[in-house]
């Protein structure tokens, strides 16, 4: 667990403001605690290829397209990492909502993320050990008794799709060798993004989980830092 001294420490003072320059458009995505759906089955990539084009705004460009509406400091930019950072993990500022994925050369790509309602957000230290392409998505029996109304219909799992919770990519993370269920993944609810609003997991706008997706490596580290209130991030 992460500590808020930790957090202090650490990510309130790991990045600075965003570099000059626009963002390349090639730059390099609702529920937290998801099971695998044993009802998906896997869509063909000319299906997948469709849905990307479908859940990308036309003429994309990850700096400044911002249909959704929300603040423009969620949009996608490069900022500078402090020395130290290991090139491929990725931090997530609760507190500001962010998500930054290290780069070498002492960048980092900043994402605005949503996080989970309440007490569901889980800080910590974790290991991203698989991805996904529109994956199915089935809520876990704890969703399901919390919330029976919403969540006891898809007991049996939701196949892939733009509808589907976990949205156009997902990164699953791993303690050990031990699922925790809790993803960073695409959202079909792109206007939460700034806010509270999962079951656990960290949600991205899908056009922008489709451009980080590829640039992360199975093993790395994804560090989750508290959401105390009182912490100030910088933004």
Known sequence: MLTRRHFISTTAALFSAPLAGPVAATLTGTLASTLASPAAAAPSAARKRAWDAQ????????????PWGFHARFLPQRVEA????????????AVARYLYHIEEGGTAMRYGVAIARGNLYEPGTY???????WPGWTPTPDMIKRDPAEYAQFADGMDPGPRNPL?????Y???????????IHG????????????????????????????TVKIGVTAHLYAAETYVTAQS
């Open 187 to 214: 959202t079909p609810h792109p206007t939460s993004i700034g806010g509270r609003a999962s079951s656990g997991c960290v949600r991205m706008v899908m056009a922008h989980i489709i451009d980080l997706y590829p």
């Open 127 to 133: 290991t991203i050990r698989r991805k996904a392409e």
């Open 167 to 171: 949205g156009a990519r997902a990164l």
């Open 82 to 93: 402090n020395a130290g950072l290991v090139p491929g993990d990725i931090h997530v500022d």
């Open 55 to 66: 859940v990308t705004p036309a003429n994309y460009d990850p700096a400044t397209t911002n």
């Open 173 to 183: 993370l791993y303690e050990g060798n031990r699922d925790t269920y809790l993803r």
